[in-house]
């Protein structure tokens, strides 16, 4: 097996577990998880949610997104602020593609590669990391669950 198989192997599985850990969000419109991974460790992780401290209803009465939900990607940059820990040269994995302000974030935090698997109708996000020269993968895990 060569390097860029054995890459996208461990892609592919990250992406995997992503996706699980959306499933801690108690956000009903979208579930997104992340994680960053250094040196083929998890040094952080985060999904879409409530502040800490707030009550975990992420949407209004009419199915809106309160404004002060976090993006998954906030939460685990955010995290690595409160540890030892630090992104440079980091992969962040994400269920779903980076808007903006996520995106600042992520060139802020010295993170190099993104790999997402679910497409945004919006993609400047996507298009920010192009232009700060951040490496930016996408793969559907779906089109390879049973390999």
């Known amino acids: ?22 499933e801690n969000s108690y956000c009903k419109r979208r579930q997104v998880g992340c994680l960053v991974v250094k040196d083929k460790m998890i040094i952080s992780d985060g999904y879409n949610g409530t502040p800490s401290g707030f009550e975990n209803i992420c949407e209004d009465e009419n199915n809106v997104t309160h404004p002060y ?6 939460n685990a940059i955010t995290k690595l602020a409160r540890s030892s820990n630090n992104s440079d ?40 990391l192009a232009k700060a020269k951040i490496e930016v993968i996408h793969i559907n895990p779906d089109k390879y669950e049973n390999k």
């Open 1 to 22: 097996m060569d390097k860029n198989e054995k890459q996208f192997k461990l892609d592919l599985r990250y992406l995997r577990m992503a996706r699980i850990w959306s």
């Open 69 to 74: 939900v976090l993006h998954a990607e906030a």
């Open 89 to 128: 040269g980091a992969t962040l994995y994400v269920t779903d593609a980076p808007c903006i302000e996520c995106s600042k974030l992520i060139i802020q935090a010295g993170i190099k590669r993104v790999v997402y698997a679910k497409e945004y109708r919006l993609t400047d996000g996507l298009d920010l």
